[in-house]
C-alpha cells in the first residue's frame, strides 16, 4: 500500500516529491540525492508504481495499474512482468524523468497505446500512431469469426480483403492465422497504410498482402473474394459527444465516425462489396452492439443470406456476417 504522505509528495533530494497534481513536473521531479535520508525513502521501481497507480486514478483512468506498469515498462526496457523482480531497485533520475513524461501526458488523456507506440492484438504486438485506432480486444471477434467459418469448412479462404484496414491487425494477423491465404489491404488513409506495412513486415506476411490505397471498395474493382472483412467506421455523431476524451481528442475522426446515425458507412460498404465476393463467400462486419440489429436487416436487405451476429467476451452483439 502506499503511505499516505507519498501522495502528495515525489521530490529531489532530501525526501519529498513534487506532485504532479497541478500537472507542474519540475525538472527535479523524481530524482534521489546520495543522503541517507533520501535512501530511507528512494523512489524504487514498487513505490513509483504505486504512487502512479493512485495518481492515474485520481486523474480518471480506468486501468491505472496498467497503465503505470505498461508506460514503467517501456521506460525500462523490460517486460511488464520483470517489474515484479525489481520493486526494491532504484531506477535512477533519467528513468524516472522519461517516465515523469509520460506519466504527465497519459493524466492529461493521451492514450497509452501511442505514449508507447505499440499495442497487443490477438497475442501480437502491433504499432500504432495517431494515425491509426487503437486495436480493442472487441475486434479480436472478428478474427475468431472467420477462423471458425474457415474451420467448420463454411467458408473458402484463398482471398481476404480488409477494409479500412489501419494499422492492418485484421489482415496481419488473418495471414499469420491463415497460412496459404492471399490478402487485399486498403485504407483511404495512406499514413494508416504507412503504419500497416511496417507492421505487415514486422511480422513477417508482406509476401501476402497488397495494401492499397482508397475509399471502401474502390481499391477492390475487378477482383473477386472469398471473404471480405472490415472494422469501418460507426460512431454516430451523437455517440462522438459521449465519447471518453482519450478517444474523441487523441484517435482519428476519419477512422471513427460515420454520420449522423453510425450506419452511412455500411449502407455504401454492403452493396459495394457484394458483387466482389465469390459464390458463397463472406461479408464479416464489425459494429456497435446499438447498430447490430439494424446492420443485421440491412445485409438481409441486399440479400445476404445466412446472416447471423456473434457476441463479444461481454455478451453484446458485436459481428454481423452473411453471405452471397
Not at 26 to 44: C, G, I, K, L, R
Request: aromatic residues 6%.
Amino acid at each position: 500500500m502506499i503511505e499516505i504522505n507519498c501522495v502528495n509528495q515525489w521530490v529531489h533530494s532530501t525526501t519529498k516529491f513534487i506532485p504532479p497534481a497541478a500537472m507542474d513536473f519540475q525538472p527535479h521531479v523524481m530524482s534521489q540525492t546520495n543522503t541517507s535520508e533520501a535512501n530511507d525513502n528512494s523512489w524504487t521501481i514498487g513505490r513509483l508504481i504505486n504512487w502512479t497507480n493512485q495518481y492515474l486514478t485520481e486523474n480518471g483512468s480506468e486501468s491505472a495499474r496498467l497503465d503505470t506498469e505498461i508506460l514503467l515498462a517501456n521506460v525500462l526496457g523490460c517486460e511488464r512482468i520483470m517489474l515484479y523482480t525489481r520493486f526494491e531497485e532504484d531506477p535512477g533520475d533519467q528513468v524516472r524523468a522519461t517516465f515523469r513524461k509520460l506519466v504527465k501526458e497519459r493524466a492529461a488523456g493521451c492514450p497509452v497505446a501511442y505514449l508507447v507506440g505499440h499495442k497487443e492484438f490477438f497475442s501480437l504486438k502491433f504499432k500504432v500512431t495517431k494515425d491509426t485506432l487503437i486495436p480493442r480486444p472487441d475486434t479480436e471477434e472478428a478474427i475468431q469469426a472467420i477462423l471458425d467459418l474457415a474451420k467448420s469448412k463454411k467458408a473458402e479462404t484463398g482471398k481476404i480483403a480488409d477494409i479500412g484496414t489501419g494499422s492492418g491487425i485484421l489482415a496481419i494477423t488473418l495471414a499469420k492465422e491463415l497460412q496459404h491465404s492471399q490478402f487485399v489491404a486498403s485504407d483511404i488513409s495512406e499514413a494508416a497504410l504507412s503504419v500497416a506495412q511496417e507492421n505487415a513486415h514486422s511480422h513477417g506476411v508482406t509476401d501476402r498482402i497488397q495494401f492499397r490505397s482508397g475509399d471502401l471498395c474502390a481499391p477492390l474493382q475487378g477482383e473477386a473474394f472469398d471473404i471480405i472483412v472490415s472494422n469501418p467506421p460507426y460512431v454516430s455523431d451523437s455517440e462522438l459527444v459521449q465519447c471518453r476524451p482519450d478517444v474523441k481528442h487523441y484517435e482519428p475522426l476519419l477512422a471513427l465516425t460515420s454520420g449522423p446515425t453510425g450506419m452511412e458507412i455500411y449502407q455504401r460498404l454492403i452493396p459495394e462489396a457484394k458483387p466482389l465476393l465469390n459464390a458463397s463467400g463472406w461479408l464479416v462486419l464489425e459494429t456497435s452492439p446499438m447498430l447490430a440489429s439494424g446492420l443485421q436487416q440491412l445485409l438481409e436487405e441486399h440479400s445476404y443470406q445466412s446472416v447471423n451476429i456473434k457476441q463479444d467476451h461481454a455478451g453484446n452483439p458485436r459481428i454481423v456476417l452473411g453471405q452471397v
